[in-house]
């Protein structure tokens, strides 16, 4: 497939689904150095990331599966979720 070629553009794991995908359809969240979790609209903040496919139904999964805080070694704070699903909508 024309993806296999493509390997340059860098492909992360939704923790939702479980899907690969291009880093830059995804929604990143990160745990900055200073242990916060925020929503990472640049892609570009430090930190440890954990990626989402813009889907409502991933965000739901990898809230409730706990994957999210697995992946961010965190607790993810509820205004954070708020804030990513405000991002779904816009
Ligand atoms: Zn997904």
């Known amino acids: 497939m024309a993806e296999e070629i493509k390997r340059k553009v860098s492909i992360r794991t939704c923790t939702g689904c479980g899907q ?3 880093r830059h359809e ?3 969240i990160v745990r900055t150095p200073e242990g916060q979790i ?8 430090p930190g440890r990331g954990a ?3 813009p889907k409502r139904a991933c965000v739901e999964q990898a809230i409730k599966r706990k994957r999210l805080a697995k992946a961010l070694r965190n607790a993810v ?3 954070v979720m708020m ?3 405000q991002w779904l909508d816009g």
């Open 20 to 22: 690969e995908r291009p």
């Open 26 to 28: 995804l929604l990143r």
């Open 38 to 45: 925020v929503p990472d609209r640049t892609g570009k903040l």
């Open 51 to 53: 990626y989402l496919c």
């Open 77 to 79: 704070p509820e205004e």
């Open 83 to 85: 804030q990513v699903e």
